[in-house]
């Protein structure tokens, strides 16, 4: 399934900074960075489950904010892109 994650932390401490860089870290392990605080991941439910928690253990619920948005499996007809395409097609084919 499509999984569109956003995320919003509190930079006005040294520990936010911190924070901000390690929530990107987990990120980047699931999906593709498609603008600076959005990541499309292509994940099953176990995956959302381990991306869920390892947010949970870095995020501070008092001031940041994570929103996850479940596309589904037919996401593209969800998901309509104007300009600069960012990323990648991550079910397509990838030579290394």
């Not at 919003?8 to 600076?36: F, H, M, P, W």
């Not at 947010?55 to 104007?82: A, C, F, P």
Request: net charge positive.
């Amino acid at each position: 399934m499509m999984l569109l994650v956003t995320y919003d932390v509190d930079i006005t401490s040294e520990k936010g900074a911190s924070r901000l860089r390690k929530v990107a870290k987990i990120c980047e392990k699931y999906g593709v960075r498609v603008q600076n605080s959005v990541f499309e991941m292509i994940v099953d439910p176990a995956q959302v489950t381990a991306l869920k928690a390892a947010i949970s253990k870095v995020m501070d619920t008092g001031s940041d904010s994570v929103r996850l948005y479940y596309l589904g499996k037919h996401w593209e007809r969800k998901v309509e892109k104007l300009g600069i395409e960012k990323g990648f097609d991550q079910e397509g084919t990838m030579i290394l």
